[in-house]
């Protein structure tokens, strides 16, 4: 496979760095993004933006989302919380992240995937999205990105080229 320019949001830790180094080992260019620096070297370009601040995001995505072939959308916050401690701000905060940012910065890179004729997008979400004790907002928002996976997976699919005749 041809090196690609690839994005790993929620890359400075966990999944997202390591997945960021694999890429980058296959001679990827990786491009990251998280609220906050890894604590070791990043295997490529790095911008630390909150996710959740709209303003953050446009201009970072203003930045780099043109070129961006391939999108591994891996950002997430999980707030702990029983469901009688769950509140609002919590739930609010969560959803700006978890399904938000993701949606946003998918938008700012299919432009440049769409000019290419191509392009991939790796959605990761989380077994809690099938229900996990303290995850009631984290689990939500996790179910709804494989709700948008398979929403974009029909909207965004080339038809398949085959000639249809109709029957009598």
Not at 101 to 125: D, E, H, Y
Request: aromatic residues 4%.
């Amino acid at each position: 496979m041809a090196a690609r320019t690839v994005l790993v949001t929620g890359a400075s830790r966990g999944i997202g760095l390591a997945t960021a180094q694999l890429l980058a080992a296959h001679g990827h260019r990786v491009i990251g993004i998280a609220r906050t620096p890894p604590a070791q070297p990043f295997p490529g370009e790095f911008h630390a933006a909150d996710l959740a601040d709209r303003t953050a995001l446009d201009a970072v995505m203003g930045a780099i989302g043109p070129q961006i072939e391939c999108l591994v959308n891996n950002l997430g916050i999980a707030e702990i919380q029983a469901l009688d401690q769950v509140t609002t701000e919590t739930l609010q905060r969560q959803f700006a992240v978890n399904i938000l940012a993701t949606v946003a910065i998918t938008q700012a890179c299919l432009a440049g995937m769409r000019a290419r004729g191509w392009g991939r997008i790796v959605n990761m979400s989380s077994q809690a999205a099938l229900g996990k004790l303290g995850r009631s907002g984290y689990g939500t928002t996790k179910a709804g990105l494989m709700a948008l996976t398979r929403t974009w997976a029909l909207e965004l699919a080339r038809p398949a080229k085959c000639s249809m005749s109709a029957a009598a």
